[in-house]
DNA sequence: ATTAATCATGACTGTGGAGTCAGGTATCCT
DNA sequence: AGGATACCTGACTCCACAGTCATGATTAAT
C-alpha cells in the first residue's frame, strides 16, 4: 500500500528536489555552483535519500558523482512527478505552461528565434525557454524530459521516429565581393585554387558541421587554414557579412545577407552533405503535457514557415 | 521551471497525501475514522493546498464534502506518483509490487480466490489485495487507479476494450433432493408449476442478478417469495447445500455442490441471460505499473484455468 | 427542537528536516 | 609535492509543518 512510503521518514518533496538537480547538472557542485553549504545539503540529503530506498542511487567515479541505473531511473521519475505537477498549478492558475527547446546555437538563432511568437501561439501561450546545446547530448535530453522539443539533425536522432522534418540544409561558399576580382561569376567562385588564395573564417566547435567543411577542404586538395577559427558559426557569417573573409555557411546562415556584397553559391564538394533538421520530441512525455503527435506536426511546419517570410 | 513549485511554501507529500486520504475514502470523517484530531489536520492540509494551487479542490455538498474536477484530477496525479515512488522503492528493496485485484463478493469467492497463488506467481510473486465492490462502483474504481484490476461483468465496462474474457456464466436451478420426490428427474424440476411450492433462497442485494431471476420467475408465472432472502449469494449456496431450501445460482456457485444431494439443471427463464465476466484494466494504469496487454491476457486465462482444476 | 454528523478554525507543542558553518578526505592536475 | 576540486561528515540553529486539543459553524436526521 502506499501509506507504506510514510511508515518511516527521510522522504520529502525537498530532497527529491536535491537529488534532481544533481542529477540534471550532473554533479552536485554544478548543482549548486558557488554554494558550498547548499553542496553539503545536497550530499545528504542524495544519502538520505538511498536510505530511505535502501539502494545506492549514486556512484563515485572519479572525484566526481554519477548516478547508479536507480538513480537514473529515479531522476526521470522525478522530473515527470514535479512536473505535472507545475503544470498542474500552473494550469489552475490560469499561467501558460512552459517548454524548453534545444537546439544549436546558430540554429536557435536563425531559425527558432523568429519562430518563437508563433510557436507560443500555438501552444496557448506557452512561456519558452531556448537551450543550447550540442547534437549529440540534445538526444539524451530529450529522451528524459530536460528539454520538452528540439531542433536537431536528422542524423543525430537515434530512431527516425517522434520528428517532423523541418527544412533540409546545405552549406554555401559565402565571399565578399570586394575580395574578388570586379565582374567575377559564380564559376569563378568554383575554383579550389581561388579558395586556396583566401581567407576563410571557420567554426571550430569539432562539431559535424565543421569536421565535414575541413575534410572536404582537403579532398578538395586545398590546405585550409582558415584565417579566423571561430567557436560558433554566428561569428563566421558575421565576420563575412563585415567583409573581412570567405566562409562556408548552411542554408540558414546566409538568410539576410546582401548578394550585392557577398557572392553566394552551393559549395560543391558538399553538394551530397545536406542534412535534414527535423523537430524532436519524445512521445511519452509529450502525451503527458498535453501535445498530440498532429501539434508537433504543426509546429514543424510553422518552424518551415519562417524560412519563407 | 519546476523550481517555482517551491518558490513558495505549502506544498509538502503529507498534504498531499492527506487529500490523497480524502479523496479516496469520499469525506475527511471517512477518511479517519474515530480521530477527530485527524481529521482537523486533513482539513487544514486541504486547505493549505487549495492556497497553494490558488484553486478550489473540493466543494461542500450538503454537510459533506465532494472533490471539485480541479481536485479529482488532483487526486488521480497524487495517486499514480506516490504509487510509482512505491514501486521504485519496492522494487530497489527487493519487495514484490503489490496489486489490488477487485471484484463482488462471490466472484471473490468462488473464483478469485482459488486462483490467487497463480496469479501471484505470474506477476513475480506480487502480493495481491482483494477487494470486493459492486460492479458498477468497480469501473470507477478502476478507471481512477484505486483497483488495479477487475473481474466484472462484461456489460457493465463502459468500452469493450481493456477487457479480457474470462468464462460465460450461466444460471443453474439447484434442488435439493431431499426436497423432491424420490427419483425425480431434471424435467420435472423444471416445471414452475413444482417452483411455486418449493421454499427458495435468493439474493436481496438489488443487483442485476438478483433482479434478473424475480423477473424471471415471475414471467415464469411464479409468485415468487422467497423464504430466505441473502445479502449475497455465497449464503444462498450455503443454505442449498444444507438442504434446506432451492436457489438459482450462477455457473461459478455450483462448483463442489453434491450432485447426489443437488438436482442441478439450467434455469430455463434465463437461458440467454448468460453474460461474460471479464478482467478489466486501466491501460495507462497497466502500463506505468508495468503490465502488458500480453501480460493481462494471460492473467485471465490463468483465472479461466482455475475453473477446470 | 434536539441531537448527531461533518467540517472548519484557532491555539498551541513537538519534531523532522532545511539551512548553515567548519572541517575532513579522496582525487585530479601541474 | 602542492594546490585545487569535489564530495563527505558532524554539529549545530531555525523553521515549516505534523500532531493534538478544544470549540464553533453548518447541515442532516429524529
Redesign the interface.
Known sequence: ??N???SKGG????RL?GF?QMAEAGSIAKAAPGKPNRQSQISRQIRELEQ????ELTRRKGKTLSLSI?GE??AL?I?E??????D??KE??GLPK?FVIGAGASVIEWLLVPALPAISRHLGGATL?TESHRSRSLGDAVRDGRVDLAIIRQDAVPTGANTALVMKMRFHLCIPRALLKRGATERDAASPALWQTLAFAAGRDGGQTDTAVREAMQSAGVDFRPRFECGSMLQVRQLVELGACAGILPTLGIRGLDEKKVLITPFAPLRDFGRALVLHWNPRQMRRRGLETSDLKKLAAIIADQLKA
Chains 1, 2 share one sequence.
Do not use: N, W
Open positions: 500500500m502506499i507504506d512510503l510514510f522522504l520529502s518533496l525537498d528536489r534532481m530511505f530506498f535502501g539502494t536507480a531511473r529515479l521519475l522530473r512527478q514535479l512536473q505535472d505537477l507545475e498542474f498549478r489552475q492558475a512552459s525557454l
